[in-house]
Nanobody, 124 residues
Framework: QLQLRESGGGFTQPGGSLRLSCAAS????????IGWFHQAPGKEREAVSS????????YYTDSVKGRFTISVDSDKKMMHLQMNNLQPEDTGIYTC?????????????????WGQGTQVIVSS
């Protein structure tokens, strides 16, 4: 059983940065895929980034490419989402997840574990 807990959400102005972290207990397994999801107010949750721990390949949805970076610590106990140049449309709940699978254009094809979510507000 893997437990995930996010931290690092908060408020920032447009153009600002936030770094989200997700603590994994006991740790992220080698054959696992991880990812971050975003749910904007009144909208469905959507995946924004994923990563295969085994291959190290990372994936991003078009709206965050060049602005967000997914990473995992070497001890596999923390994963992060660095978010730069944040815009109001990035506002919402961000949730980390872990599971399995890697295709040609995305990892985390099956989600087995979810965090509880952390709120990000981008507003002037």
């Amino acid at each position: 059983q893997l437990q995930l807990r996010e931290s690092g959400g908060g408020f920032t102005q447009p153009g600002g940065s936030l770094r989200l972290s997700c603590a994994a207990s006991p740790f992220i397994f080698e054959d696992t895929a991880i990812g971050w999801f975003h749910q904007a107010p009144g909208k469905e949750r959507e995946a924004v980034s994923s990563m295969s721990i085994k291959t190290g390949r990372t994936y991003y949805t078009d709206s965050v490419k060049g602005r967000f970076t997914i990473s995992v610590d070497s001890d596999k106990k923390m994963m992060h989402l660095q978010m730069n140049n944040l815009q109001p449309e990035d506002t919402g709940i961000y949730t980390c997840a872990a599971g399995a699978g890697e295709g040609d254009r995305w990892a985390l094809l099956v989600v087995d574990y979810w965090g509880q979510g952390t709120q990000v507000i981008v507003s002037s």
